[in-house]
């Protein structure tokens, strides 16, 4: 009901606001109704806006808000596209190892997208993650799907493999890095609890 009597005042001092610039403008320029006109809807929308951020600040924080998520639960949907490229090209290739290796970046960046998906206010910490490590794996595994693809095994072939292996073994410490960032609140939050917890169980063994 506030709002509502915010809402209704803004739209009452603004349509006032609006009919004086009318009559100012009309008068001060000879009886001109278009330049009164113009004037009025001028006044009205600045008068609007102005008086809208002061009384009801909050409207404007939730848009921005919207925005934000809408953006956000874009570079998710973007984010799963690159995840299902790196799942395919985990079951192409040969070496256990390196399957594990591309499964574990695989399954941190599910869990990644999951938490952002859920809670878009995440993002804030995993932007590093959307614009970049993922990018970085999806790129490194096809890349190392392609090289096995080659008919012929040469020197700069095998050289080449080693160094995607090595790099996706990087990749894999950064992603683990980068789950730790995003999961550093829920930590904190953790460790506030357990504090607060023990703080009573000492307050009741005194009494």
Do not use: C, W
């Amino acid at each position: 009901m506030k709002r509502f009597l915010k809402r209704a005042f803004i739209f009452v001092a603004s349509s006032n606001i609006a009919i004086m610039s009318f009559v100012i403008v009309f008068f001060s320029t000879e009886n001109q109704v278009l330049l009164g006109g113009i004037g009025a809807i001028s006044a009205f929308l600045v008068s609007h806006l102005l008086l809208k951020r002061k009384l009801l600040p909050q409207d404007e924080l939730d848009k921005v808000e919207r925005k934000e998520k809408k953006y956000v639960l874009a570079q998710v949907k973007d984010a799963k596209m690159k995840l299902q490229k790196l799942n395919s090209n985990r079951f192409k290739v040969r070496s256990i190892f390196v399957y594990q290796n591309i499964t574990k970046l695989y399954k941190i960046s599910q869990k990644i997208i999951k938490m952002v998906e859920k809670e878009p206010i995440r993002y804030r910490s995993a932007q590093t993650f959307f614009h970049q490590h993922l990018d970085s794996s999806a790129i490194i595994a096809e890349k190392y799907v392609q090289l096995l693809s080659q008919p012929v095994r040469t020197h700069e072939v095998s050289a080449a493999l080693r160094e995607t292996e090595n790099a996706l073994k990087q990749m894999e410490r950064k992603m683990e890095k980068e789950l730790m960032v995003v999961l550093e609140g829920d930590m904190n939050n953790l460790n506030t609890e357990i504090k607060l917890m023990n703080q009573q169980s000492l307050t009741i063994e005194k009494k």
